[in-house]
């Protein structure tokens, strides 16, 4: 039964011991899926019939089974191909190299389940030749030797459930010193080293919204030479917090009360970084106090 790539209603996640298949299961628990793992290979059938027969209050499930059921195996293969038949179900392969895959298990201090008491090395090799024949089985299968975490959960977005990657949202906020920080904050601009439209009385009482305000503190040589920096970094710092897998940026730029030079910058910042394709949201927290 060749399954359209767009049907991921049922899953069956396998691979080697130490490929990341708890992350997955957690990843697609993430993506309103039911997970359930190792659930014995000869109860796969009835747990199929149930769904199909909308028994069970589950619009999408994962099941994730491997090498630590007794009779994976030789169960199986079998169980398999006769739910191919009827229910579209993918199965889902992971693996890693051996050096990935020993490390891990020397990270956790854990022992291999096929040699607990046998180098790591030899465990690895021998569930790599048991589980050739199920991974030629595999719809997808997924090499995660270089990825974390986060990456992980992007390939299986992207590659499994054909969505397309998040954009990073950033998220600025101007305010003002005397007020407190933001909390939240990730990063944090302070641009009390700029000129100050306080001082200057005719925009003492206006803000950073102003054109008057704004082209003040923007005709300022130091202040260029700010915003060349910040945008320098910003722009270095956002593709790497995006890899890591951080979806929102909190983004901070304070002055003394919040009203004016903050506000500015901050907006200037907003421009940049939309221009660069980033989701921008803006807050101005201590405009009116």
Known sequence: MKL??????????????GSGKTVVSRALEDFGYYCMDNLPAKLIPDFVD?????????????????????????????????????????????EAT????????????????????????EGVRLE??????????????????????????????????RRKRRRTQVVLTSFGYKHGLPLDS????????LPNPFYVEPLRTRNGKAPSVRKFVLGSPGTRGFLRE???FTEFVLPRFAKEGKTSVAVAVGCTGGKHRSVVIAEE??????????????????LFK
């Open 98 to 121: 051996d050096e990935a895959l020993a490390k891990r298990f020397n990270e956790t201090r854990r022992p291999h389940p096929l040699a607990p008491r046998k180098p790591i090395l």
């Open 50 to 94: 149930l769904w199909l027969q909308k028994k069970v209050e589950i619009d999408r499930a994962a099941l994730v089974i491997d090498i630590r059921e007794p009779r994976f195996l030789t169960d199986f293969p079998a169980v398999f191909r006769d739910i191919r038949k009827k229910a579209p179900v993918r199965l889902i392969f992971l």
């Open 4 to 17: 359209p790539a767009k049907d991921n209603r049922f899953l069956i996640v396998t691979g080697l011991s």
């Open 230 to 232: 910040l945008f320098r």
């Open 128 to 161: 790599r030749k048991r589980l050739a024949g199920i991974r030629k089985m595999a719809d997808e299968v997924i090499d995660t030797s270089g990825l974390n975490i986060y990456q992980l959960k992007d390939v299986i977005a992207e590659r499994i459930l």
């Open 186 to 193: 990730d990063l944090v601009f302070d641009t009390r080293l």
């Open 269 to 286: 910042l907003r421009a940049r970084l939309k221009d660069r394709g980033y989701d921008v949201r803006i807050y101005h927290r201590d």
